[in-house]
């Protein structure tokens, strides 16, 4: 997964629970932190027997969650933040049949930050291995200046 979605990256390892639960500083409304496993299916008629239904829930809706099968090695989790205490947009139809989407107001920036009020929920931060050594230490000293483990991948 380094190569496809992370040349060079960072990884941050933690678990689901520690990652939802991990206090947010006060000050700010508390956003909202959703789990989202990803559904794999090649067709909609695979969704349609597990239960999805796209004549209730928009088509490019359930495209957050899903993922073809030959991406199910990756047995990934996504997480949805959101603004405001409101985990969705409401979602209704109109005479004509065009779906209409309400949003909390204000509307919602494009990004927001998630700022927390420590950083125990961290379990290591993980480097990719073809980063330089040189980058790798700076990573490093940053992580150690938070009582953080650090390591180098060894994929």
Same mark, same amino acid.
């Given at each position: 997964?380094? $190569?496809?979605?992370?040349?060079?990256? #960072?990884?941050?390892?933690?678990?689901?629970? %520690?990652?939802? &639960?991990?206090?947010?500083?006060?000050?700010?409304?508390?956003?909202? +932190?959703?789990?989202? $496993? #990803?559904?794999?299916?090649?067709?909609?008629?695979?969704?349609?027997?597990?239960?999805?239904?796209?004549?209730?829930?928009?088509?490019?809706? /359930? *495209? /957050?969650?899903? $993922?073809? %099968?030959? *991406?199910? =090695?990756?047995?990934? +989790?996504?997480?949805? #933040? =959101?603004?405001?205490?409101?985990?969705?947009?409401?979602?209704?139809?109109?005479?004509?049949?065009? #779906?209409?989407?309400?949003? !909390?107001? !204000?509307?919602? !920036?494009?990004?927001? !930050? @998630?700022?927390?009020?420590? /950083?125990?929920?961290?379990?290591?931060?993980? @480097?990719?291995? =073809?980063? =330089?050594?040189? @980058?790798?230490?700076? +990573?490093?000293?940053? @992580? &150690?200046?938070?009582?953080? %483990?650090?390591?180098?991948?060894? /994929?």
């Amino acid at each position: 997964m380094w $190569k496809a979605y992370a040349p060079k990256g #960072i990884a941050i390892r933690t678990t689901v629970g %520690k990652f939802k &639960n991990a206090a947010q500083e006060s000050g700010n409304e508390r956003l909202t +932190i959703e789990l989202q $496993k #990803i559904v794999y299916a090649d067709n909609w008629r695979e969704l349609d027997q597990r239960g999805y239904r796209h004549s209730e829930e928009p088509q490019n809706m /359930l *495209f /957050l969650h899903t $993922k073809r %099968k030959a *991406f199910s =090695s990756e047995t990934e +989790i996504r997480f949805r #933040i =959101s603004p405001f205490g409101r985990d969705r947009a409401e979602i209704g139809w109109g005479q004509d049949g065009t #779906i209409i989407f309400s949003y !909390p107001l !204000p509307a919602s !920036p494009e990004w927001f !930050p @998630v700022v927390f009020e420590n /950083l125990d929920w961290i379990e290591e931060v993980v @480097v990719e291995s =073809s980063i =330089s050594s040189r @980058v790798a230490s700076m +990573i490093r000293r940053q @992580v &150690n200046q938070h009582n953080l %483990k650090f390591r180098v991948s060894d /994929l």
